[in-house]
């Protein structure tokens, strides 16, 4: 893979909003509505909310968010790679970008909620193997046999 470039985004270009809306439109065709916890576009400029792009020669190729949830945790959000760039590492680079972030801000722990579906099981072997594990609902999450809910420390 050409060399991957992350930076910080702030959900305003044509360009980021048509991949988030393929992220949703993803998420809403594996989940149902009251199952699919992905933020709006107003939800991810939040103050609490990092944003960033993934690029690859100029080109975006993903994105990913991370949510404080208090001074020592942070949810991550938006995780998406386009299509056509899947299995190529972008979501690792992103996950490991995420992380590396949430350590310097000296967040304790990660939390994530992806879905308990079959479309969703790339994504959760990913977070498996980058050392999370499966968790209780956090947050405002409730338990939800379409999510799984997973954590990890930092």
């Given at each position: 893979?050409?060399e991957?470039v992350v930076?910080?985004?702030?959900?305003?270009?044509?360009?980021?909003?048509?991949?988030?809306?393929?992220h949703?439109?993803?998420?809403?065709s594996?989940?149902?509505?009251?199952?699919t916890?992905?933020?709006?576009?107003e939800g991810?400029?939040?103050?609490?909310?990092t944003?960033?792009?993934?690029e690859i020669?100029?080109?975006?190729?993903?994105?990913?968010?991370?949510?404080e949830?208090?001074?020592?945790a942070?949810?991550?959000?938006?995780?998406h790679?386009a299509a056509?760039?899947?299995?190529?590492?972008v979501?690792?680079?992103?996950?490991?970008h995420?992380?590396?972030?949430?350590?310097?801000?000296?967040?304790?722990k990660?939390f994530?909620?992806?879905?308990?579906q079959?479309?969703?099981k790339?994504?959760r072997?990913l977070?498996?193997?980058?050392?999370?594990?499966?968790?209780?609902?956090?947050?405002?999450?409730?338990?939800d046999p379409?999510s799984?809910?997973?954590?990890?420390?930092l």
């Amino acid at each position: 893979m050409a060399e991957l470039v992350v930076t910080r985004d702030y959900v305003r270009s044509d360009e980021i909003i048509a991949l988030l809306d393929a992220h949703l439109t993803l998420m809403r065709s594996l989940s149902p509505p009251e199952s699919t916890h992905a933020l709006d576009l107003e939800g991810l400029r939040g103050s609490d909310i990092t944003f960033w792009r993934a690029e690859i020669a100029g080109k975006l190729v993903g994105c990913g968010a991370l949510k404080e949830l208090a001074d020592n945790a942070g949810e991550i959000k938006s995780m998406h790679t386009a299509a056509v760039h899947r299995g190529k590492g972008v979501a690792a680079a992103l996950l490991l970008h995420v992380m590396a972030t949430a350590r310097e801000r000296g967040y304790k722990k990660l939390f994530l909620e992806t879905g308990s579906q079959p479309g969703f099981k790339p994504a959760r072997q990913l977070y498996l193997n980058h050392g999370f594990t499966e968790c209780p609902p956090f947050a405002n999450y409730i338990l939800d046999p379409n999510s799984v809910f997973m954590t990890i420390n930092l």
